[in-house]
């Protein structure tokens, strides 16, 4: 019974490089969500997603960012054209609905050189 | 935005000691939850709250919801090395997208 997993753990992307996410949830988990974490911070949400729905983005900015999560495949949060204040640990999250506390994966360091 | 304001920023304890943390927040929420986190892993729940006043066990942490919603705490007791980790404090908002709305964390160590 695989947890949230997430690819790769590391990634390493020059300036104006893309950075491709990848979010498998649990089985039977159809709600997704993506946090981004800073050094010495909590986590910060971005997005909450649902099969090939946006729920709530309100907190991904508006430009270079963009996430999905389609009827087939994992959850990808794309950052397009990355700087250095997008090194950060992205963390995914997933759960079968409700108001509960879900389930996060082991996360994605990204670093921008 | 929501914040949450977590205390203290960072415990040093003896092993055996108990340890006690807490958050608070200018918002209401309908659920508390806490969190730990270790090195390079992601947060992993601890103690779900979802009725104000209520107090719940797990093993050695115990934690109770405020009963105006807005706070939270979590006590762990007789403390071993392997608590060490940061504590997170998370809400989820009242009608929300169940987004949840993290604190800055409580860096534990635990001296041997």
């Known amino acids: 019974n695989a947890g949230v997993m997430q690819n790769p753990r590391h990634l390493v992307r020059r300036r104006g490089q893309e950075a491709r996410l990848r979010c498998s949830p649990m089985k039977g988990h159809s709600h997704v969500y993506w946090y981004r974490q800073l050094p010495e911070e909590g986590l910060k949400f971005m997005v909450y997603?649902?099969?090939?729905?946006?729920?709530?983005e309100s907190g991904m900015p508006k430009e270079r960012f963009s996430a999905e999560f389609p009827k087939e495949g994992p959850s990808i949060l794309r950052i397009q054209q990355v700087v250095r204040g997008d090194s950060a640990a992205y963390f995914c999250?997933?759960?079968?609905?409700?108001?509960?506390?879900?389930?996060f994966g082991s996360g994605t360091r990204l670093t921008v050189v | 935005g929501q914040q949450l304001n977590q205390s203290p920023q960072s415990m040093f304890i003896q092993e055996g000691e108990d340890v006690s943390m807490n958050c608070t927040s200018s918002?209401?929420?309908?659920?508390w939850l806490w969190y730990k986190q270790e090195p390079g892993e992601g947060p992993v729940l601890l103690i779900a709250l979802y009725k104000a006043g209520e107090l719940t066990s797990n093993g050695r942490l115990t934690a109770q919801f405020g009963i105006t919603r807005k706070d939270s705490f979590l006590n762990i007791s007789a403390s071993i090395p392997s608590d060490v980790g940061i504590y997170f404090c998370?809400?989820?908002?009242?009608?929300?997208?169940?987004?949840?709305?993290f604190g800055k964390g409580t860096k534990l160590t635990v001296n041997p």
């Open positions: 998370a809400g989820q908002l009242r009608g929300g997208s169940e987004k949840l709305v």
């Open positions: 997603l649902q099969k090939e729905n946006i729920i709530d």
């Open positions: 918002s209401i929420f309908n659920t």
């Open positions: 999250a997933s759960s079968p609905g409700g108001p509960y506390g879900y389930t």
